[in-house]
């Protein structure tokens, strides 16, 4: 586990199997900070803030929600590892509400990452399910980056629009999705059919492996079917977070929102 001041701590949450999420979630830089003040779904813990930042703050007439503590740039650097950059805002709050399998609904789509490492894909991928009003993404709690920093800054504010949740096992949450009335579909390269060609209604969990990896055996075994992307051009591949781009429009198609 990660220093505690940089990750937060893992907690349990009710509505998925093996569940483990972050009971604290750190946010900094001007972009996800502002994002997460002004979503009042976001319960917030503590605000870092040095005087610049708090003017700009009152200047864009951002309400900050809970009391600032007034610091000195050198105090959040010591939060937060070298290469960050977080002009003058450091939060930590508690992670978004994500909806439990049963109390999905018919036009509900929900990310599953089977070990996605990259928080820089990661982080695009959040911005897509934003943009397609995906219910909620799913990580494994192990080889996967946790929901803070430079994943949301990559995010671009989408992580204040859909929740993410980390699990201890995989397989069992695809297990209960089946059992919930979830259709898995897992993105393979050697998957028998097309996405598009693919019989598949809501609600949906659209499944991808780690980029090289793919999807692991036993998250295979566990999807309904698996669909392949198709590219006529030259290269038969794309990076992860502009395949589960594709795949979220695909969907939308079929399912509208």
Not at 195 to 206: I, N, S
Not at 228 to 244: C, F, T
Request: charge should be positive.
């Amino acid at each position: 586990m990660k220093d505690r001041d940089r990750r937060g701590h893992r907690g349990h949450h009710r509505g998925y199997a093996g569940e483990a999420t972050l009971d604290t979630v750190v946010i900094y830089g001007w972009h996800p900070v502002r994002e997460a003040l002004q979503n009042p779904k976001r319960k917030l813990k503590r605000l870092l803030a040095t005087e610049n930042a708090l003017k700009r703050l009152a200047d864009e007439k951002v309400e900050t929600r809970i009391k600032p503590e007034t610091v000195r740039p050198g105090d959040i650097d010591r939060l937060l590892t070298a290469d960050s950059i977080h002009q003058g805002l450091y939060l930590e709050a508690a992670p978004l509400p994500a909806p439990a399998f049963g109390e999905l609904g018919a036009q509900d789509i929900v990310l599953v990452l089977d070990q996605i490492t990259d928080p820089h894909n990661v982080g695009a991928i959040i911005r897509s399910a934003a943009a397609f009003k995906v219910a909620a993404i799913i990580t494994t709690e192990r080889h996967s980056p946790a929901a803070t920093g430079v994943l949301a800054k990559s995010a671009s504010g989408g992580l204040e629009h859909v929740p993410v949740v980390s699990v201890r096992n995989l397989g069992d949450t695809l297990d209960e999705m089946g059992a919930s009335g979830v259709t898995r579909i897992g993105l393979d390269s050697e998957g028998t059919a097309t996405l598009e060609g693919t019989a598949f209604g809501g609600p949906l969990a659209l499944v991808l492996g780690a980029e090289g990896k793919g999807l692991r055996q036993r998250t295979r075994s566990l999807c309904d079917a698996l669909a392949r992307l198709d590219m006529p051009g030259a290269i038969k591949s794309l990076n992860v977070s502009n395949a589960a781009a594709l795949a979220l429009y695909v969907a939308r198609t079929r399912i509208p929102a």
